[in-house]
Structures are given as structure tokens and as C-alpha cells.
């Protein structure tokens, strides 16, 4: 069977140069302009690489990476960036990017690269662990769900592990409660703020000795919340 891309790049001529030579090393290459089209492909087929322009229409690369990476920790990602900056390069790998090309560059180099990344595209998680210690329970991020001391378990919805893996991946930062719901629920019809709302009550009764004054899942009012260990 061939190989399955994901292209999104918004450049109609540089899009279309691409696929033509990804096709003609025998790739089947999804060709898209935008982010939210790329993400959307991503959740409805199966793909062996990504490659993402950075600077996507609708929703840029940077965000479609990341929350491709909220749902699967093992598909390679190329970044393609018009930015040479040391600043980029590092957010696009700390996301968990496998790799950056900066352009104009040499197609030959694409393939070749694009060709490697297939070759080592068993790789394991890139920002967060496999468990973390939360408090007395233990998040285990394979099986998504969280272990307690007397050996139970509560199995996490898919969303719960979404959100949690974010704020995990974002330790100790603030996560708006606009880039939660454009990363965690994508391109479709945004929930509203109270539904994440509800979902941090969730996560305090899982894990806070006292949810009334929580120590680990923080709110910043009026602009979204903290997970802190």
C-alpha cells in the first residue's frame, strides 16, 4: 500500500510542486490550503508524515501540530517555514515537530528528508511522559487512565485526556481558554467556556485533596488556567 501525506501549505504553486513530486516517489498525497482543512483530514484518515506550513490561514501550523499531538504522539511532522528564526525552530520541535525546513529549499532535500522521517516514524512521545504523578494518583497516558494507591482505576473520556495532556504539556503556563477550545475540541463548532469550566471541576474532584482551593489545576480569571506540580 502507498504511503499516505498530509500536505497543507497555502502557496497554490509551492502546494502544488510538492505533491506532484511527493506523488511521483509513489506517495497518495491529501493536498489542503489551510489549517483547519488539515486538521480536519487528519481526524477523518490515516497518515504515514505530515508536513505543515507554518504560517497557515484559519488556524496555523503550530496549533494544528499541537493538537495533532494531543491524539497521536507517533505520526512524523515536517514543519515548511518562510522563518529562519532560532525562536520558531525550537516552538515547532518543543510542540513535537520531527523536523524543519525552511524555505526556499531544495526539493531534493524534501524528499530525502520527507523519506527518513518515514523511515523512523516509530518514535515515542515527544512532550509528555508516559505517567505523571498528580497528587496521590498516577495519569497513565498509554492507557488513559488514572491509577489510585488501592490499585482502582477511573478511565478517562477522550476529551478529559486531551485536556489533561495539554495542560500537562503546558506545565506552569496559562493556557487560554481560547486556544483550549480551538486545540482540544479543533475545527468544529466551539463548546462553550463553561463546558471547560466543567471539566477542570472534573479534574479537581479526581485529584485535589480540596477542590474548593485547589493546588493543582488553577484558574487565572479571565484568561484560562494553570496546571502546576
Sequence with gaps: MKQRILL???EPSLNETIRLNLELEGY???AVADGKSALKN???ERFNLVILDVMLPEMDGFTVCESIRLENDTVPILFLTAKNSGADRVAGLKLGADDYL???FNLEELLLRVQNLLKRSVKTVVNTPSSVKIGDKTVD???QEIRLN???KIQLTKKEFMLLKLLVDRKN???SREHILETVWGYDVYPSTRTI???IVTFRKYFETDPSNPAYFLSVRGIGYKYVN
Design 8 to 10: 497543507a501549505e497555502d
Design 197 to 199: 469550566d466543567n471539566f
Design 28 to 30: 497518495k498525497v491529501s
Design 42 to 44: 487528519f481526524k477523518s
Design 173 to 175: 503556563e496559562v493556557v
Design 150 to 152: 488501592d490499585g482502582s
Design 141 to 143: 497516558f498509554v492507557s
Design 102 to 104: 525552511t524555505k526556499p
